[in-house]
């Protein structure tokens, strides 16, 4: 029987609970914590990968730099969200960037323990394989959307990525400010604010004091891709969101019925 309380880390992730007793005692044992600032990295590029990383509370922000040394702002994560599992099955080193946004409470666990619970725990395996698969969801979306669509559809999914159970989301509201969003997807705070309320007026989501709520997933994803084709029509993202939306939706109820 399994009378080891939860940690108060555990209780947003998706994987704890799947653990059997002694797993459990092992894992909460060698977890260790850290505090990160404002600003500050939670891991560093070029340095060997020792932990799987939780973020308790707090958000960051990942980048990458090419290699012509342009910054690529390309995810985020929050509060319940974990990241490096694949850099550590590899056994391999940091590759990109992840800077706090917020003051963040890290949760490491010990490289040899992640791999002794990959190896023997078959629940948390399939549980690795669904992170892996999200994030190579993310990423493949990131690199099929990376053309300039305009403010609307860079914040449309800035929003996307944050409300993804693999960044920590749990439905609900979001409590996430427009100055966020904006170091995020790199606009500034008014250009976001303007964003958010198109989107809030077409019905997608609603807007609280520090929190953003998402009404109609299917609508941003709509939002994302007719403001992205507008701008590269040479037209006005919002002008375009009447017909175009309407057809895109259309389509999307038309795919739905044949699933």
Not at 92 to 117: K, M, N, S
Not at 187 to 193: D, E, W, Y
Not at 196 to 212: C, M, P, S, T
Request: hydrophobic share 40%.
């Amino acid at each position: 029987m399994n009378d080891l309380k939860t940690p108060e880390w555990a209780r947003r992730s998706g994987w704890w609970a799947a653990l059997r007793a002694g797993e459990q005692r092992r894992v909460a044992a060698e977890m260790q914590f850290r505090e990160i600032d404002v600003g500050q990295p939670l891991v560093t590029p070029g340095a060997p990968a020792e932990h799987w990383v939780g973020v308790v509370s707090g958000l960051a922000r990942f980048t990458a730099t090419t290699a012509s040394g342009r910054s690529l702002a390309y995810s985020s994560v929050g509060s319940g969200g974990w990241f490096g599992e694949g850099t550590l099955m590899r056994r391999g080193i940091w590759r990109y960037q992840v800077h706090a946004l917020r003051r963040c409470e890290l949760a490491l666990l010990p490289r040899d323990t992640f791999l002794w619970l990959h190896e023997r725990s078959l629940p948390f395996g399939r549980y690795l394989l669904r992170q892996l698969n999200d994030r190579l969801e993310l990423m493949t979306l990131q690199v099929l959307d990376d053309v300039p669509g305009g403010s609307d559809a860079l914040v449309a999914r800035t929003l996307r990525h944050l409300f993804h159970p693999l960044n920590g989301a749990c439905g609900g509201a979001l409590q996430v400010t427009q100055q966020e969003i904006g170091q995020i997807c790199g606009l500034s705070r008014q250009r976001v604010n303007l964003a958010l309320q198109r989107l809030e007026a077409d019905g997608v989501l609603r807007l609280r004091y520090g929190e953003v709520e998402i009404v109609d997933p299917r609508g941003l994803r709509r939002w994302e891709i007719v403001a992205t084709h507008a701008v590269q029509q040479g037209g006005d993202p919002a002008g375009a969101r009447g017909d175009e939306a309407q057809q895109a939706a259309d389509c999307g109820a038309a795919a739905a019925g044949g699933r």
